[in-house]
């Protein structure tokens, strides 16, 4: 099948991760859609002008407004926009099962997003689904304009609540620049053990993917709230 091919594809473009890497850096190998080489929104039938890719990034643990993230591939989600389309890389509505199992005082979520340029700003485009182990569930929402901003970026490019973690001259276009943000989730039950992480899109025209997930375990000053 179609899927299957592009997982054999996806196998032979993804570095394989660094086993002595910390258990806070969150191992999203198994769910990865694209690679860091590839455009995660290409199109099948895409021009050229549009096919940015997020080389920039570190390979592997990289440090990104002062927090490592284990980056080595994309997930990418779909939207409205999106779901019009066939693309090389085979999108989701979400991604459930990001499997974590330990305790954490914060989350720090390394992202971004595509065809947000007429989302207006508050949008609620995805959110994150916290389950612990006690069966309880926490979920944060992705806010258009808070949280993230689309990947390819306007002379305003602040989030209120989050960081430009990443930025990059395009490789198309002399004039255009390309990134993703970091935010932080304060934990408001960081002596639960969380089980697993959802990552799901709402289905607006933005179309969010997520990049890297570190959980903050303690070692640290705690995040402010």
Known sequence: SRSRARKMTLKGRITARDKSLSHKYIDLTSHYNA?????????????????????????????YNGISFDVRGVIALHGSETQLREHVAVLTNGVEGIPIGQKARAIHLLHGTSWGF??????TIG????????GSTEFVDIRYGEHVLDWFLRKKRTATKAKLAHSQRSIREADRE????????????????????DFVSYETEAAPFLLGITLDTGDKAAPKK
């Open 35 to 63: 690679a860091l080489n590839e455009n995660p929104f290409l199109e099948s039938k895409r021009l050229p002008y549009i096919d940015e890719k997020l080389t920039g990034l570190t390979d592997g643990l990289g440090s």
């Open 118 to 123: 007429r989302v207006p700003h508050g949008t």
């Open 127 to 134: 959110k994150y689904n916290f389950h612990y182990k006690d």
């Open 178 to 197: 390309v990134g993703c943000y970091q935010m932080t989730w304060v934990n408001p039950k960081p002596d639960v053990p969380i089980s697993h992480i």
